[in-house]
């Protein structure tokens, strides 16, 4: 993947030959452009060689637990409160609950003592 | 817990103090504490879950495994079980406890409100599950013992000593001058550092269940709750305690892939029971240990492979009866498990599989070493349950030494020369700043690599490690690798990454499977010979070696810091046992065993509070979780109970049950009167929920409840009966009455409450029911109340056993057989089912019944037809001949016919003939 950056996160703008992305592997090279200021003119121009790695991996995985966000009752923290591996967590986005890491025993008391019967056990996929 | 933190400063954390800190807030945990406090200490119960469900009974458990119920059994019997079950490494002091006060412990839970199964006249329901020794106690109400113990545990008198710290997670425990002085963790929501200042430290954190990797391949598919990772195994080493039995692996037969309990003993006394793929029974060791296992684990691998819980066979109600346990409770989502892949008992037996390695003192040996007193090396530190080397201890055993731990580490505390908090004016005691500053770098290291190894994959690795070269068979040369890998891995695990509290939490749980894997390969190249079955089956050792090893083999950190073996006597025994001779030795003889260089070990180093919790408009159900929290008295939760919308109601009826305030059973009766179907339910679930905790003598509330008996719904009527038999609080009038119920689970209910209440000839007169559950329950009822029958009744009971002798129903029948050998087969009965026997199209539950039958009758009638029935083509009906034959061994034919059986192709009549010979127990 080969893409064009025109500007720096302070507004700069830079003149950028390329960013080059292998694997988790990224390259930067080029400059930064000879802006209007003063400044810049008279510093010497400095060059952008730079390679970082970016894990690149985001894991999608099928979750054991699944909550109709439609039942879930915001405000409430039930099943996030007792889950004995702590999997569940609130969305600060939508205020409803959600599995947040794939960790669980299929035991059940989130399902068993939601309220609104908002919650469904599938199992985890690798043993169903 | 989702948010990125950085490290806090070590000085920067929260600092609490108490007389008795106790981790974990399981099984043993809970009662811990609850002694401690009533014993006067200030208690600190700390736990990384929430201990409403945390631990081995998140969801509950249906019954206990070993309880030794006078009548039933003697502690004596249980020790020399268990002695044998552990092949007589066994310190039998520890044993004996649980033998001697699991008694009170059922008791006292009882007082609580757990539920018990009893018979109908009111005793303990004891079952015999394995071929020796009665011990099992369903408990039908099992999902709800963890609802109880948080119950009593927010019980005013209890509250006010208990502090409770849910989501705090000890990582070490402190020591001072080789004392334990407290503990230090954190909190694994909000990040935030955490010491402990404590006169005793009670560790109850369970078994190490994350050790081998299940066949899943899941990291969390383990058959323990996996919470529980061997936190107090490490804990317990790095403090200087001793392990004891760590090569004594915990493994168990299990549904494959779910890796839960099939239940075979709740599925026994329905029918069900483990076979080959060839249908055959093959299990031959009559208690569950390692031989067990290692049958099981042959006969897997073997052509007649794979094995199954075998259900199909049985009929449509009572596949639903078993679901209705083994779906609602302990494991309940293994009927979603079974659907998901189209399986359903009445047509799939249940595939199984044995379960990944693991050490528990619970199920097998391994664990911290205790004495009778839950004591460990180390003053001032105790262990319970699962932690405890205490075999085969399961509930009750955790439960009794959780009271011990809480009673006795109170007094230590509390004593003279207690090193702790002294009084609530004393500060907190200084404690060691090197360890606290250790366990600071345990716990956020991985935060200083955020791009590290992620715990998942670290994990995974060491597991895999685990079943490959630890799990059996051994040998040394796979356990020196083992070593070589967990040393080499010590590294990895000190590059692991992490960027938030939970991620913390799971990378330091990594850290002691490590540790617990290190210690188990190293007690496992320590014992140089076979024991225990499948557990330490050393296949270069293959035999057991008494001369050399009749020895606990017992671990701990030696003064170099790395870990030493060392042997330690067998005690003399207490209950003799005869395949056992323990050689005299001094108590205090102890042999170091010199053992394999140490792999090194990893060292460790400073952050802001998580974002707070997010808040919205509360609705009344969550005022009302609000207020649950808070012991709210029946007036408070009335007006949610009369909501107009059924869903708080609901909720509120789950509130009033979770908290059971005085008045709540009339609160209940009145609900069970509700508009609203799910409503009615949920409250009559609830009353039966809190049954064992009502006020019999309520009159009013026995007054509304007898009212309900006129409700339209079928579902609240039975409820009522089965109230009103367990509370004994009605003559026979009511249950008279139901018995022309139109619904035939009210006449069910009608029968057991006539059986309580000794009502022979009215129950003798519902054998003309319509349904064929209630005639079956009618023969069971004769047999239950055979032994108090007064001669009339007796005569009523011949009458009806002989209509449902001639019942057109196969399993009425079979119940009537079965019955009749309980009144002692009177005529004409003896005939009839000698005539049953004998022919070989009538099905074989009758067969097997008469069988039963016939073992009351006069052997003049009786030893031809069951001699024929030893070589009978079902294995049910041969084992009941076989059963019924053993005490007629005098008579022509009867020992031939059994020394036959002694060599069936079953290995239940293999196993009941043998015993007939020999004359032997079972
Ligand atoms: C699936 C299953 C079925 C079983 N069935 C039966 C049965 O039918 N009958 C029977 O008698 N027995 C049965 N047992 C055994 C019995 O349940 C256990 O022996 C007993 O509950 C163990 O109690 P415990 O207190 O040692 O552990 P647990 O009850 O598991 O408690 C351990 C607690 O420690 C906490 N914890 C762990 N590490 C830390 C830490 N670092 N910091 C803070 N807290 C921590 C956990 O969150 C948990 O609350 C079964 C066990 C299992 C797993
Ligand atoms: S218990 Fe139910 S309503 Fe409450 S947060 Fe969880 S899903 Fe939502
Ligand atoms: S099933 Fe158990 S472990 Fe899984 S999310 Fe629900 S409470 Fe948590």
Known sequence: ?128 | MTEPIDIPPPGQRQELSCDVAVVGGGTAGTMAAITAAEMGASVLLLDKAHVRHSGALAMGMDGVNNAVIPGKATPEDYVAEITRANEGIINQRTVYQTASRGYEMVRRLEQYGVKFAKDAHGDYDVRRVHRSGSYVLPMPEGKDIKKVLYRVLRQRSIRERVRIENRVMPVRVLTAAGRAVGVAGFNTRTGEFVTVSAGAVILATGACGRLGLPASGYLYGTYENPTNAGDGHAMAYHAGAELSGLECFQINPLIKDYNGPACAYVANPFGGYQVNHRGERFVDCDYWSGQMMAEVAREIASARGPIYLKLTHLPEETISALEGILHTTERPTRGTFHAGRGHDYRTHDVEMHISEIGLCGGHSSSGVWVDENAVTTVPGLYAAGDLACVPHNYMIGAFVFGDLAGANASEFARGPGAAGPAGPDAGPASLPEDQIGAAHELIYRPLRNPDGPPQAQVEYKLRRFVNDYVAPPKTQARLAIALETFGRMTAEIARMGARTPHELMRCAEVTFIRDCAELAARASLGRTESRWGLYHDRADHPERDDAEWFWHLNIRRGADGNPELLKRPVGTYIVPVSEFEVPVRDPGEVVLIAGPPVPGRGRLGGCRPAAAATSARPPQILELLRLAEMQPSVPQLEPYLADSDARVRRAAIAALTETAPPGAGRALAQAAGDDNGTVRHAAVAGLRELVAVLPADDEALLDSLRRRLGSPDPVVRSAVLDLLREMRAADAGPFAAALSDADHRVRLRAVSGLVSTGEARLVAGAAADRSREVRVAVADGLAALAAELTETGQANAREALERLAGDPDVLVRAAAFKAAGALGCPPPLDTLAARALRRAAVAWEVRAGAAQALAAASPAIAVRPLVAAVSDPHANVRKAAVTALAPMRAYPGAAEALHAAASDGDADVRAYARYAVDGGRG
């Open chain 1, 1 to 128: 993947m080969v893409e064009r950056l025109t500007r720096l996160a302070d507004g700069r703008p830079v003149d950028l030959e390329y960013i080059r992305v292998r694997g988790d592997r990224v390259v930067l090279h080029g400059e930064v452009s000879r802006g209007a200021s003063d400044d810049l003119l008279s510093a010497p121009l400095p060059a952008i060689e730079q390679e970082f790695i970016m894990p690149l991996v985001e894991t999608r995985a099928d979750v054991p637990v699944t909550i109709d966000a439609s039942l879930c009752v915001e405000g409430c923290t039930l099943c996030v409160d007792i889950c004995p591996l702590d999997s569940l967590a609130i969305s600060p986005d939508s205020g409803k609950a959600y599995m947040h890491v794939d960790e669980c025993w299929y035991c059940g008391p989130c399902a068993a003592r939601c309220p609104t019967g908002a919650v469904t056990v599938n199992m985890p996929y690798l043993l169903r």
